[in-house]
C-alpha cells in the first residue's frame, strides 16, 4: 500500500487549505484511514480520522470545527479540508491507512504511511 499526501503550502493566519491522500496497491474502501501532524520539536498527533464507510471519528478538540476530513472510495483518496488556519497549525501533515476499517488515534495503530506535506501558516 502506498500513501501520497500533497496539497500543503504557506498561508496566512485565517486562510485555507485542502490536503489530499491517494492511496494505491491495497484495497482502500477497507481500510480506516488518518491524519497525523507533527510540528518541530513535538510528537506526532492525531489531527483525524475515518472509517471505511466514512464515519468520522477522534478529531483532536483544538481543530474541531475548523478542520474536516473526508474519503472518496471511488478515487482512493481522503482529503483534510482546513480553515481559520492559526500559526500553531504549522506542521508536516500525514496520511495514513489502518489495516482495519475502524482506525485507533495513536500512530501505532496505522500500518502505512505517506511522506508527510508540510503546512506553514504565517501570522
Known amino acids: 500500500v502506498q500513501l501520497q499526501a500533497s496539497g500543503g503550502g504557506s498561508v496566512q493566519a485565517g486562510g485555507s487549505l485542502t490536503l489530499s491522500c491517494a492511496v494505491s496497491?491495497?484495497?482502500?474502501?477497507?481500510?480506516?484511514m488518518g491524519w497525523f501532524r507533527q510540528a518541530p520539536g513535538k510528537e506526532r498527533e492525531i489531527v483525524a480520522a475515518?472509517?471505511?464507510?466514512?464515519?468520522?471519528?477522534n478529531y483532536a478538540d483544538s481543530l474541531k470545527g475548523r478542520f474536516t476530513i473526508s474519503r472518496d472510495n471511488a478515487k482512493n483518496a481522503m482529503y483534510l479540508h482546513m480553515t481559520s488556519l492559526k500559526p500553531l497549525d504549522t506542521a508536516v501533515y500525514y496520511c495514513?491507512?489502518?489495516?482495519?476499517?475502524?482506525?485507533?488515534?495513536?500512530?501505532?495503530?496505522?500500518?502505512?504511511w505517506g511522506q508527510g506535506t508540510l503546512v506553514t501558516v504565517s501570522s
Open positions: 475515518i472509517t471505511s464507510n466514512g464515519n468520522t471519528l
Open positions: 495514513a491507512a489502518a489495516s482495519a476499517g475502524v482506525p485507533g488515534t495513536r500512530a501505532g495503530s496505522y500500518a502505512y
Open positions: 496497491g491495497g484495497s482502500f474502501r477497507d481500510r480506516g
